[in-house]
């Protein structure tokens, strides 16, 4: 869990997402978060909201170990519906083959919102100009070179 927590893991724009996440939460909500990852978003939501976590990886500490890809209807009966649900960084962790009844099986667990992202894996570089009170900043985003991603060259993220 330390690289959750690490300076190079929770960079400026990995912070704003956490905080983009958190404007979805009213006081008071019941909010489940799948995939906790070193309970930042924790911290925020449950000062406001009713939190829960689930994970596959139990070193997280969730308040529910499920693997998305093959919940039955038994197990997210006890888990039981939220107001919103978390599912942020996630889904590229999950086998191609399992991703549509891993979908099916998140949004069974709202039937009001379900928030879901993934990492933009493109390149980009930033150029930056500051000459006495002029400035110019552009991203330029670099097309995706690696290759297809399979079962094969996957480390840990398949898309």
């Known amino acids: 869990m330390i690289k959750y927590l690490s300076k190079k893991y929770l960079h400026p724009s990995r912070m ?3 905080l983009e996440q958190y404007k979805y939460i009213d006081d ?3 909010v489940l978060e799948i995939g906790n990852a070193g309970g930042v978003f924790q911290a925020m939501a449950s ?3 009713d939190y829960k976590s689930a994970d596959i990886d139990k070193k997280s500490n969730p308040n529910f170990f499920l ?4 919940i039955n209807d038994e197990e997210k009966n ?3 519906k939220f107001d919103k649900v978390f599912c942020c960084e996630v889904l ?4 191609f083959n399992k991703l549509n009844s891993s979908l099916v099986n998140l949004f069974d667990f709202s039937d009001n919102l379900v928030i879901v992202s993934i990492p933009d ?4 570089m930033k150029l930056s100009f500051n000459l006495f009170s002029l400035s110019f900043e552009k991203i330029i985003t670099i097309p995706f070179t690696g290759g297809p991603v ?3 060259n996957h480390e840990e993220h398949y898309f």
Not at 92 to 95: D, G, K, S, T, V
Not at 121 to 124: E, G, I, L, P, Q
Request: aromatic letters at 8%; proline letters at 4%.
């Open 16 to 18: 704003q997402a956490y």
């Open 28 to 30: 008071g909500d019941n």
């Open 47 to 49: 000062k406001i909201a």
């Open 67 to 70: 693997d998305l890809s093959s």
């Open 78 to 80: 006890k888990i039981g």
């Open 92 to 95: 590229e962790h999950i086998p």
């Open 121 to 124: 894996n493109r390149k980009y």
């Open 150 to 152: 399979n079962e094969n």
